[in-house]
T-cell receptor
Framework: KNQVEQSPQSLIILEGKNCTLQ??????????LRWYKQDTGRGPVSLTI?????NTKSNGRYTATLDADTKQSSLHITASQLSDSASYIC?????????????FGKGTKLSVIP | GAGVSQSPRYKVAKRGQDVALRCDPI?????LFWYQQALGQGPEFLTY????????KSGLPSDRFFAERPEGSVSTLKIQRTQQEDSAVYLC??????????????????FGDGTRLSIL
């Protein structure tokens, strides 16, 4: 069964600190891996998309890494801000037969405190 | 606006009633997805459209759930004879979805803010 596991489930950090969120997956065949940010009461917003040939991608203070061999990804947030408080969701896409489907992790709930 | 629009934002219904949730995707987006998100969980795939064709409905939890996109733009998710376990946020997402080589699964998905459905 295709699965995406994220850790930690929740995290509290001080404003200005860095943090790293983890994602392990078993989805196959793999097409790409995405990280989304979801604010409370809002839809997810895409941060990064990486195919199997990419092992790192940055978007401002967000840097995602991907190891397709070990099926692991991480999202590193530098110099955290209060507005970074949200759920961060790892999503893996598999595709085939003209269609594709996304499998979502349960997310890591990040709280940045002053 | 230029984003994905969902309506209503909130819907309260009594158990047994039928509900219809609407999604207006970004203009020109070929692919459209519906997801169900329970409280504290990640979204779960329900169904996928490419233009008006429903290519994958494997995530629909029962035959009470029905989705359509008759003209390849606006989509409606209908739930018949609602039950309390149907209470969730229903998210719609669209993506450009097509490259010159066909379906492109590497396009970003743009989500609406969802419809929060509460069944009493």
């Amino acid at each position: 069964k295709n699965q995406v596991e994220q850790s930690p489930q929740s995290l509290i950090i001080l404003e200005g600190k860095n943090c790293t969120l983890q994602c392990n997956y078993t989805v196959s065949p793999f097409s790409n891996l995405r990280w989304y940010k979801q604010d409370t009461g809002r839809g997810p917003v895409s941060l990064t998309i990486m195919t199997f040939s990419e092992n790192t991608k940055s978007n401002g203070r967000y840097t995602a890494t991907l190891d397709a061999d070990t099926k692991q990804s991480s999202l590193h947030i530098t110099a955290s801000q209060l507005s970074d408080s949200a759920s961060y969701i790892c999503v893996v896409t598999y595709s085939g037969a003209g269609s594709y489907q996304l499998t979502f992790g349960k997310g890591t709930k990040l709280s940045v405190i002053p | 606006g230029a984003g994905v629009s969902q309506s209503p934002r909130y819907k309260v219904a009594k158990r047994g009633q039928d509900v219809a949730l609407r999604c207006d995707p970004i203009s020109g987006h070929v692919s459209l997805f519906w997801y169900q998100q329970a409280l504290g969980q990640g979204p779960e795939f329900l169904t996928y459209f490419q233009n008006e064709a429903q290519l994958d409905k494997s995530g629909l939890p029962s035959d009470r759930f029905f989705a359509e996109r008759p003209e390849g733009s606006v989509s409606t998710l209908k739930i018949q004879r609602t039950q309390q376990e149907d209470s969730a946020v229903y998210l719609c997402a669209s993506s450009l979805g097509i490259s010159r080589w066909g379906v492109n699964s590497n396009q970003p998905q743009h989500f609406g803010d969802g419809t929060r459905l509460s069944i009493l």
